[in-house]
């Protein structure tokens, strides 16, 4: 077997694929890198599952993601009026803390 270390969003990927059969609607980046280490094929029907790729799949075997994809795939807060409400009470607190 490989000695491939997956990231998260290609074991969902893998496991879209494994649970549903093949799929055309991959993003270039992600089929070009799982496709160069052979664990997904292009066939008539799109991008397959290939058996090393389930191989890795079962190993477990999923990178870490690095500081700069956790705060890449942190969301916006919306500015609700909730949110704002929140934030003038800790000021309140803040401000009764310091007297």
Do not use: K
Request: zero cysteines; aromatic letters at 4%.
């Amino acid at each position: 077997m490989m000695n491939v270390t997956i990231t998260l969003v290609e074991r969902t990927l893998l496991r879209e694929l494994a649970n549903r059969g093949p799929s055309r609607h991959l993003s270039a980046r992600m089929a070009g890198r799982l496709a160069l280490y052979g664990l997904i094929d292009e066939g008539p029907r799109g991008w397959a599952i290939t058996a090393p790729g389930r191989a890795v799949l079962r190993s477990g075997r999923v990178a870490r993601p690095s500081a700069d994809e956790v705060a890449r795939s942190l969301r916006p807060v919306l500015a609700t009026a909730d949110n704002m409400a929140w934030s003038e009470m800790d000021d309140a607190d803040d401000e009764e803390a310091d007297t």
